[in-house]
């Protein structure tokens, strides 16, 4: 009886504590709202302002037509994005689907800014198609990329992150030509929820109302594929056209969001999440109870966000406030995850059967090294000046050398180690796609740097080191912690390293649109500039890479035991705990030294090893090897081209790289089932 009483007790308390955690955040938004208003108006005040304001009172007009505004758009948004999210993940059967990581904010943004520099007339009446359009584009480019393996979960969330970043390296190449025209743009695509009429609460309540209908009249359709495919469509369901339909209805919302009130992350994840936990279990139960929980998250997170930057300011973006808690809440859902089937890898992939031998490897290397010594020749020789193309005379080279030399140095030293630290991600991971960008090791290391540069400023190369090395390590035992439940399945690595990635997202798109005088500078580094590199900063990631790239070879015993299992590996007396760390520490190193030469995204990490293992390189030790120089040519031909081909105009490096190679891994998902 006592166990029973306990049992029932710890039951009451799952049942009690949705509500009184509801109860919780209602109060506190409420109390916020409370306080920010009355920081307007005195509440003798508040009726006559809100319903007939006194023309000639500023403070009574701010009240009516921009803190109510604000406050229902907050309401309307949540709502949108969480019924939104709900039918993303019913539809998808992926609880981690929403606009954000589906790569569909991120289209009707770039859409939007294009629009604004090239066809300005469109973002008046035609602002919501122009999103529209560009979330279509971006959804349907994710679906397409993912169809061969049935939208499988994982599949699709990596599909959604490469779109995204894809999207968001042609925004911030924009966003470094036309930093005057784009930076109204890049704050409000933060998430800005600053009104100044009632246009805004009119067009979204007349999407929610709309979408909240067709949503309830595809209610049949979409219960059924809580089912699998099989058992559906013996019920007679029309599964693609069920299926698109009800993506179409879900992009229709997100892009209403996006086009009004830019980006707000992760609250089409959180809100259905929040349903569910409340006790709302059957679709049509959370298909109400989800926009509600958005409506009440995004409340709250508003409401906290004018508290923390001031009445009625906007300095940090409220989109980018709910990403800060939305990441975190992406990786408590996935350590909740039941293990998910994992990611299937195709074993003919193209590469060669068997590897080759080692004098064949060697001279691979050395011919893809001699390549590299005349790409470098070329770099510091040929280029675009006031009379076109030409190489360089002796006088005129000794004059720019000075110039060249330490980027084109410190672009073969990044490319090289952020090309090693990809071959030993896959190893040690056992995931094809795994790399420092796609994991998100990138971005643990960005991280440190943007905490140093905002808190201390000009920090020296020592502290730049140390904390972007931290920052990347990190990110590294953190999605290791979350994965290690599934026995480091490649599906649970990969998601872990998505909600890391838009972790730091959040924090970037919050130090960037508080301005200041580090904004710029961060926003070229993101980027991957190698503007400002020094001869001494050349000198020190030559040196490291050099140091760190022959450390590799001693690994070479773990990189091949260490896949066989921990059983294995121990029972040839390999202590797996401190051969992963060591393998950690060498791949965070790796990757914090070169995310400080060429910024965070360059996608050299994922690209270079497997052309590496195109060309036969099946050993660990051998694809590290060859790795290296391919890396090391990618980047050194992305700098070369960003500086030359929109002269006097550069390209970063890093931005380049990601251009050129986001194509590859999106056809490196296609061709996979």
């Not at 393996?149 to 925004?171: D, E, F, H, K, N």
């Not at 958005?294 to 906007?314: E, I, K, P, R, Y």
């Not at 971005?443 to 540069?453: D, F, M, R, T």
């Not at 190193?589 to 995204?601: D, E, F, I, K, Q």
Request: net charge positive.
């Amino acid at each position: 009886m006592t166990v029973m009483r306990i049992h029932a007790l710890q039951a009451g308390a799952r049942a009690w504590l949705p509500a009184a955690l509801t109860l919780l955040a209602f109060a506190t938004a409420s109390a916020l709202s409370i306080a920010s208003l009355s920081a307007i108006l005195p509440p003798s005040l508040w009726w006559h302002a809100l319903h007939s304001p006194d023309p000639h009172d500023i403070q009574q007009i701010i009240a009516h037509d921009s803190w109510l505004p604000r406050l229902v758009v907050s309401w309307l948004c949540g709502a949108l994005l969480g019924l939104a999210g709900t039918v993303f993940q019913q539809v998808l059967r992926n609880p981690l689907a929403e606009p954000m990581t589906l790569g569909v904010s991120a289209g009707a943004q770039l859409a939007l800014t294009l629009a604004t520099l090239w066809a300005p007339a469109l973002l008046g009446d035609m602002q919501p198609w122009v999103a529209l359009a560009g979330a279509t584009i971006s959804a349907a480019l994710v679906f397409a990329l993912s169809w061969r393996s049935q939208l499988a979960p994982v599949t699709v969330a990596v599909a959604g992150l490469v779109v995204t970043l894809y999207c968001g390296s042609i925004g911030v190449a924009l966003q470094l030509f036309y930093a005057p025209y784009l930076r109204g743009l890049f704050i409000w695509g933060g998430g800005s929820l600053v009104q100044q009429d009632w246009h805004t609460v009119t067009m979204l309540g007349a999407r929610l109302a709309i979408g909240g209908a067709l949503a309830f009249a595809l209610l049949k359709p979409m219960t059924l594929f809580g089912l699998d495919d099989a058992n559906a469509h013996s019920l007679g369901l029309s599964l693609r056209r069920m299926r698109l339909a009800a993506l179409a209805l879900a992009v229709v919302l997100s892009a209403a969001v996006v086009s009004a009130v830019g980006v707000i992350g992760f609250v089409g994840l959180a809100a259905p999440a929040l349903a569910s936990m409340a006790g709302a279990r059957r679709l049509s139960q959370r298909l109400w109870a989800a926009p509600l929980c958005g409506a009440l998250l995004l409340w709250l997170t508003d409401q906290a966000v004018q508290q923390m930057s001031g009445l009625m300011g906007d300095l940090i973006p409220t989109g980018a406030a709910t990403a800060l808690a939305g990441a975190p809440l992406m990786l408590m859902l996935l350590a909740r995850m039941r293990r998910a089937s994992p990611l299937p890898v195709t074993r003919d992939d193209g590469f060669p059967a068997h590897p080759v031998s080692r004098v064949t490897m060697r001279w691979r290397f050395v011919a893809i090294a001699l390549l590299c010594v005349a790409t470098l020749a070329i770099a510091l020789d040929f280029g675009r000046g006031a009379h076109g193309w030409h190489f360089s005379g002796l006088e005129e080279w000794s004059r720019v050398a000075i110039w060249r030399a330490p980027r084109a140095v410190a672009a073969l030293a990044a490319g090289a180690m952020l090309a090693v630290a990809g071959a030993l991600m896959q190893r040690v991971t056992g995931n094809p796609l795994a790399s420092p960008e796609v994991l998100g090791v990138s971005a643990g290391a960005a991280l440190g740097l943007i905490v140093v540069v905002v808190g201390m400023g000009d920090a020296g190369p020592a502290t730049r080191l140390a904390a972007t090395t931290l920052g990347a390590l990190s990110a590294l035992l953190a999605i290791l912690w979350f994965s290690s439940r599934s026995r480091f399945a490649p599906d649970r690595v990969l998601l872990a390293g998505i909600a890391i990635g838009a972790l730091f997202q959040a924090v970037v798109a919050v130090a960037i649109a508080s301005g200041g005088e580090h904004a710029t500078t961060l926003l070229q580094w993101l980027a991957g500039s190698t503007y400002t590199i020094t001869p001494r900063d050349a000198a020190l990631t030559l040196g490291i890479g050099v140091l760190l790239c022959a450390l590799t070879p001693l690994c070479n015993r773990w990189l091949q035991i260490l896949p066989l299992g921990d059983a294995s590996a121990q029972a040839i007396g390999v202590q797996t705990g401190r051969a992963r760390l060591v393998l950690l520490g060498l791949i965070a190193l790796l990757t914090a030294a070169a995310t400080l030469s060429v910024g965070p995204l360059s996608f050299v990490g994922l690209t270079a090893p497997h052309f590496a293992r195109l060309a036969g390189a099946r050993r660990p030790l051998h694809q590290a090897m060859l790795a290296a120089p391919i890396g090391a040519l990618t980047i050194l031909v992305a700098d070369w081209l960003g500086r030359v081909l929109l002269m006097p105009r550069e390209l970063p490096a890093g931005l380049v790289a990601t251009l050129i190679g986001a194509p590859y891994l999106l056809w490196l998902l296609a061709k996979r089932r």
